[in-house]
C-alpha cells in the first residue's frame, strides 16, 4: 500500500541510504533501530516533512514524493508530544478539523466523540502543560486520529513515559490500532516495544535497513551481528564449526570451550546466545540438554524481577544468563558460586 | 525552585557577598534618578507636565516610537523568524549587523542617517520625488529611532521563535494546515509574548534615544531633545522637571505594559 523506492537523503553528516520497503494495509509496522539511525527522518518523509533526493514515495500506486504533509492525512504522533501550548485540550484536538469544511456543532460532536474514545473528556479545557506525561500523550494520539488519517506515523511516542504508563499505553495504543484497522508505521528503538506490536519490524542501523521480517524472524533469526546484538543476544563467540552429518550438529570451537548446534554451517562462525536461553544450576542438569558448561559467577545486576548472572567459563570467556529472582534465592547462589550453565543446541545462531 | 532571600540565616558568605554586590549596583542605578526626583516641588512638575511645548515633545517622542517599533514588527518578525529556523550562507553576517546599531555611537548613527536619508543622501533625494523628506520632519524621527531600536525587536523575536517546538510546526503541517496558515495560528500565537517583550524594548529604546535623532530631525522637538535644548539654553535648574516628567511619565507606561504581559497567560515550551 505504501511503497518507499530507493530512498536517499542527505542530511549534514548524515546519509540515508537505498532504503526499499512496502507497507502493507493495515499493517503494524515498526522502525527499529538506536538512536542516530535514522529512523525519525524516514519517518518525516513519509509525513512530507522532508523530501528525499532521490527516489520515490508510492501511496496506492500514486507517487506523493513531493505532497506537502497538509495533503497526505497522515496522523503523526511525537515523542514530546508537540501539543499546542497556546490551545486548550479541546482546540487542540479540533485543529485537524479546521482546514475541513465541517459545520461547528458537527466539529465539536466528533472532538467529543474522540474524547471519549481516548478517555480524556475530564482534559478538555486544560492546557497542555498542566497535563501529565501520559494525558498529554493521549490527547496527542486523539489530535491526530481525529483526522482518520490514511496512516498512523508514531515517532516513539512512549518513551518519554514512566514504566507503568508506558505498558497502560503500549496495550492501549495496540487495541485502538486493531479496532480502526489503520495502517501504522512506529519508530523505537525499544526492542520489547517492538516485539509487543509489531507486525513486521524493519531494523534500521545507519541510514540502512539491515533487515525486515516478522517479530519471530527478526528475533529468532537475525540476519547479521548488528541485528543479532541489538535485538538482545548478549552472548557471542568466535569459533570454527564442524558439521557431524550422523548426529545433524554441528561443534562450535570457542577456543576454550566447545558447544553443539543445530546448525550445519562450516568454517568460522559467530555464535549467537540470548541470555533467556542460558539456564543455570548447580549440579550438571540431568536431561538431553546438548551444552552444560562449568562456570563460576563472576558478576551478579539485579534487574528486579530477573536477575542477570555473568558467568565465567575459562579465562575471558563469559556468558550472561537471566534467571527469575525466586530461583536466583533457591539456587542460593552468590558471586564466586560455582554453577554448571545448559544451553540447547537449537538457541544457539549461528552466522 | 528559587529560595526565597528572606532566610538569610540559611545562607552563607557566598550568597551574602553576592546580595551586598547586588545592593552596590542597584544603589548606582537609582541614586541618580531619587536624587533629581526629591530637588523638585511635585506642583512644579504637575504643571510642567501639562506646558503645551513639554507636553507635545513627550507626544511626539512616544508616537515616532510607536510608529518606528510597528515598521520594525512588520520587518522584523520575518528576519527573526529566518534566523531561528534556517542555516543559509552569511548567516552570521546577517547576525553580526543586527547587532551592529547597537555597537555604534549614536551619534555615528546619525550621521550615517543624514548621509543617506538628507537632502543630499540618495534616499532622501529618492524620496522626495514622492514629497516625503526626513530632515527635521517626523519620518526623520521614526527612521532614526526605527535605526537603532529595531535589533531589540528583531533578537526578540528571534529568540522568541528559537523557543516554539519545530515539532509543534510539523504536527500542525500534518493535521492539514499550509506553511502559512500554521505560521499564524500556531508559531506567531506561541511566540507573541516574546515578540511582544521585544516590542516594548524597541519602543522604550526608540524613546530614549538622543544622538541619532538630534543629528538628522532635531525637529519637531521629542523629549530628549527638548531636555538638551533647555539644557543649553537655560541650565541645569530650568530643565530639571522637564527631565523628571519624562522619567516618570516612561516609567509609569513602560510598569504599565509589564504589567499587561505578565497578565497575559504564560506560555511554556512543552518538551
Known amino acids: 500500500m505504501l511503497v518507499l523506492e530507493h ?19 493495515s499493517e503494524f509496522f515498526i522502525f527499529l533501530g538506536p538512536s542516530g539511525a535514522g529512523k525519525t527522518l524516514l519517518l518525516e518523509m513519509i509525513a512530507g516533512i522532508h523530501y528525499p533526493d532521490s527516489g520515490r514515495i508510492l501511496y496506492k500506486g500514486i507517487d506523493i514524493t513531493h505532497l506537502p504533509p497538509e495533503k497526505r492525512k497522515v496522523g503523526f504522533v511525537f515523542q514530546d508530544y508537540a501539543l499546542f501550548p497556546h490551545k486548550r485540550v479541546w482546540q487542540n484536538i479540533e485543529f485537524g478539523l479546521n482546514p475541513q469544511k465541517i459545520p461547528r456543532t458537527e466539529k465539536l460532536k466528533l472532538v467529543e466523540e474522540m474524547m471519549n474514545q481516548i478517555g480524556i473528556n ?13 494525558e498529554q500523550q493521549r490527547v496527542a494520539l486523539a489530535r491526530a486520529l481525529i483526522i482518520k488519517p490514511e496512516i498512523f506515523l508514531l515517532d516513539e511516542p512512549l518513551s518519554a513515559l514512566d514504566h507503568n504508563m508506558r505498558l497502560k499505553l503500549r496495550e492501549e495504543l495496540l487495541k485502538i490500532q486493531k479496532k480502526l484497522q489503520i495502517t501504522t508505521i512506529y519508530v523505537t528503538h525499544d526492542r520489547l516495544e517492538a516485539i509487543t506490536l509489531a507486525d513486521r519490524i524493519a531494523i534500521i542501523n545507519k541510514g540502512k535497513i539491515v533487515q525486515i521480517g516478522t517479530p519471530k524472524e527478526i528475533f529468532r533469526a537475525p540476519k547479521d551481528e548488528f541485528v543479532a546484538q541489538f535485538t538482545g543476544y548478549d552472548n557471542f563467540f568466535d569459533g570454527i564449526a564442524k558439521y557431524d552429518p550422523q548426529t545433524k550438529l554441528a561443534t562450535v570451537n570457542c577456543g576454550k570451550f566447545e558447544i553443539q548446534v543445530a546448525n550445519s554451517k562450516e568454517g568460522k562462525v559467530k555464535a549467537f546466545i540470548r541470555p533467556e536461553d542460558v539456564a ?16 563460576k559467577i563472576i558478576e551478579v545486576q539485579d534487574q528486579g524481577p530477573i536477575i542477570k548472572l555473568k558467568v565465567e567459563l575459562a579465562q575471558n570467556q563469559e556468558m550472561y544468563a537471566l534467571i527469575t529472582h525466586q530461583s536466583f534465592l533457591d539456587l542460593n547462589l552468590n558471586l564466586n558460586s560455582k554453577v554448571f550453565i545448559a544451553i540447547k543446541a537449537a538457541s544457539v545462531q549461528i552466522l | 525552585m528559587k529560595e526565597s532571600l528572606w532566610k538569610i540565616k540559611k545562607y552563607g558568605a557566598f550568597t551574602i557577598f553576592f546580595i551586598v554586590l547586588s545592593i552596590v549596583l542597584f544603589i548606582l542605578l ?144 500534518t493535521l492539514g494546515a499550509s506553511r502559512s496558515r500554521t505560521f499564524l495560528t500556531i508559531t506567531l500565537p506561541i511566540a507573541s509574548r516574546g515578540i511582544f517583550t521585544g516590542s516594548i524594548l524597541c519602543w522604550a529604546r526608540g524613546i530614549s534615544e538622543f544622538g541619532a535623532v538630534y543629528i ?55 518538551s
Request: hydrophobic content about 50%.
Open chain 1, 280 to 295: 543455570v544450576s548447580l549440579t550438571p542438569p540431568k536431561s538431553s540438554i546438548r551444552n552444560v558448561l562449568p562456570g
Open chain 2, 216 to 270: 538628522l530631525a532635531s525637529t519637531p522637538l521629542i523629549g530628549s531633545v527638548l531636555v538638551y535644548f533647555e539644557f543649553q539654553g537655560s541650565g541645569l535648574s530650568a530643565v530639571r522637571p522637564i527631565a523628571i516628567v519624562l522619567i516618570l511619565v516612561t516609567l509609569v507606561i513602560f510598569v504599565c505594559l509589564k504589567l499587561i504581559q505578565g497578565k497575559s497567560r504564560p506560555v511554556t515550551r512543552v
Open chain 2, 30 to 173: 537609582i541614586v541618580p534618578i531619587f536624587n533629581i526626583m526629591f530637588q523638585e516641588n511635585p506642583i512644579v512638575l504637575f504643571d510642567t507636565l501639562f506646558t503645551d511645548y513639554v507636553a507635545a515633545a513627550i507626544m511626539t517622542s512616544f508616537y515616532c516610537s510607536f510608529l518606528s517599533t510597528v515598521l520594525a514588527v512588520c520587518l522584523g518578525i520575518p528576519l527573526g523568524y529566518l534566523l531561528a529556523r534556517y542555516n543559509f550562507p552569511g548567516k552570521r553576517i546577517v547576525d553580526s549587523i543586527v547587532d551592529l546599531p547597537i555597537l555604534i555611537p549614536h551619534s555615528v548613527a546619525g550621521i550615517l542617517l543624514l548621509a543617506t536619508y538628507g537632502q543630499q543622501g540618495f534616499l532622501g533625494q529618492f524620496f522626495s520625488n514622492f514629497g516625503v523628506s526626513f530632515y527635521d520632519t517626523p519620518w526623520g524621527i521614526v527612521i532614526a529611532m526605527f535605526f537603532v531600536s529595531s535589533p531589540f525587536l528583531i533578537k526578540g523575536a528571534r529568540d522568541a521563535f528559537e523557543n516554539v517546538n519545530p515539532n509543534v510546526e510539523k504536527a500542525a503541517r
Open chain 1, 7 to 25: 530512498i536517499n537523503k542527505a542530511w549534514g553528516e548524515f546519509q540515508i541510504t537505498d532504503i526499499d520497503l512496502e507497507i502493507r494495509e
Open chain 1, 122 to 134: 475530564s482534559l478538555a479545557k486544560r492546557y497542555p502543560n498542566t497535563l501529565s506525561g501520559g
